[in-house]
Nanobody
């Protein structure tokens, strides 16, 4: 089994910052891409940012210049530094990882349980 556990969410005022973390644990041979997604009320889940195993990054236009995704491969941990937060960033943020549990396994998608981020004055 593979578990992803997010942390770091909370309530912040507009213009504030938060740092999300996602720790992957369990039977892990390797982790390919990792990413952050978010889902606001009555909206579909959307990509926030992804990072490859080599460190290449992609961001949604709405967060470019404000959010930074990073990962620590030695710790199997993903991060999202969020600056200049705005009310429209309010959502449940989910961690995603593409994981092989053993060498010959086809990579599988795993999701965390989500962490709430609320931006409000």
């Amino acid at each position: 089994q593979v578990q992803l556990v997010e942390s770091g969410g909370g309530l912040v005022q507009p213009g504030g910052s938060l740092r999300l973390s996602c720790a992957a644990s369990g039977s892990i041979f390797s982790i390919d891409a990792m990413g952050w997604y978010r889902q606001a009320p009555v909206k579909q889940r959307e990509l926030v940012a992804i990072i490859s195993s080599g460190g290449s990054t992609t961001y949604a236009d709405s967060v470019k210049g404000r959010f930074t995704i990073s990962r620590d491969n030695a710790k199997n941990t993903l991060y999202l530094q969020m600056n200049s937060l705005q009310p429209e960033d309010t959502a449940v943020y989910y961690c995603n990882a593409v994981v092989r549990r053993f060498l010959t396994e086809r990579p599988r998608n795993y999701w965390g349980q989500g962490t709430q981020v609320a931006v409000s004055s």
